[in-house]
């Protein structure tokens, strides 16, 4: 039988704002400071929302394999128009990135090329979003994928839905089962608590880890565009050092070297990560169209 060829994805990119730079829908005048971040809980698998159900479409990652992404409307769920985030309510998970994409290929090229391993590894993605970069880990032989976002509506609409097409097809011919996923909600200066009784918790139900009574953290951690507003970057970095297995986990992050207008980028963050000195940084891929910002893939691991 011939092959069929994935359909190609349709744009990646859908910035508000034309020239590439983040678009964000903050409005000119300064408002009122954001509210205090609602408390941190686990979203069930079963609590998958209706609302993204019908609506999959392919990303390409290369011509064995495609993920599959549901399409929810920003309205629907935060009743906000056309707005790319709202600090403090709605922090952009609802919209796929470009660099869930930069992120997705650059593993590919690493695994591809013996530089990553992923099977059987215990992997945290946060500021998940749609759960690109996670949901092929998993596809990869992760053996534990937990998906991070800000807000559980996300993880509901869209995050737990992806996870379910593309991770629970009944086709599918994977070991990878319901024990192996975990959703968090809520803000990174709160969420380590949540997050590390997780994978203790996987830990002893999917005997992956049985050497170390304790947490042993997690062996890597995605990010994608997590790096735009410089106010979060410490609470980002405080839980990247919290939750990363020492010494062999490994953090791999994709983001614009500069997120105009709200003064973040992958620069801000690697200079906190060169201030403290913990973590070796290195420039694994810079994604230059010519029409957009500059974006990269940093890999740190510990030094
Ligand atoms: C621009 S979106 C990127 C989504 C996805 N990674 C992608 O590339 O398509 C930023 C993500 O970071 C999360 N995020 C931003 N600030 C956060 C914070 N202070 N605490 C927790 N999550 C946050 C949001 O929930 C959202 O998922």
């Not at 500021?127 to 998993?138: D, T």
């Not at 203790?200 to 992956?208: G, M, P």
Request: proline share 7%.
């Amino acid at each position: 039988m011939e092959e069929t060829k994935p359909t190609p994805a349709p744009p990646l990119f859908s910035f508000s704002n034309p020239s590439g730079s983040f678009g964000f829908g903050f409005g000119a005048a300064p408002g009122p400071p954001p509210p205090p971040p609602p408390p941190a809980v686990e979203v069930l698998l079963s609590e998958e929302s209706p609302i993204a159900a019908g609506n999959l479409e392919p990303v390409v990652v290369d011509d064995s394999l495609s993920i599959y992404k549901g399409r929810v409307n920003t309205s629907d769920v935060f009743g906000v128009k056309n707005s790319d985030l709202v600090p403090g309510k709605y922090e952009g998970g609802l919209k796929l990135w470009e660099g869930s994409l930069d992120l997705v290929k650059t593993l590919n090229s690493d695994i591809k090329d013996d530089r990553l391993l992923i099977e059987g590894k215990h992997i945290l993605e946060l500021g998940c979003g749609h759960g690109l970069p996670g949901i092929y880990a998993a596809l990869k032989g992760a053996g534990l994928v937990h998906f991070q976002d800000f807000n559980a509506e996300v993880l509901r609409c869209l995050t737990i839905p992806n996870v379910k097409a593309n991770l629970f097809k009944e086709s599918s011919q994977g070991t990878f089962t319901s024990r192996s996923v975990g959703f968090y909600a809520g803000d990174w200066g709160e969420i380590d608590k949540l997050l590390l009784r997780g994978d203790a918790v996987q830990d002893k139900t999917t005997n992956l880890q049985t050497e170390n009574e304790g947490y042993r953290g997690y062996d890597i951690i995605l990010m994608a565009e997590t790096v735009y507003a410089l106010d979060s970057l410490p609470s980002l970095y405080r839980l990247i050092k919290k939750c990363l297995h020492y010494p062999s986990g490994v953090v791999y992050m994709a983001g614009k070297k500069h997120y105009f207008g709200v003064g973040g980028g992958t620069r801000q963050f690697l200079r906190l990560v060169t201030e403290d000195g913990a973590l070796q940084s290195d420039l694994l891929a810079e994604v230059t169209d010519g029409s957009s910002n500059v974006r990269e893939v940093w890999k740190f691991s510990f030094k």
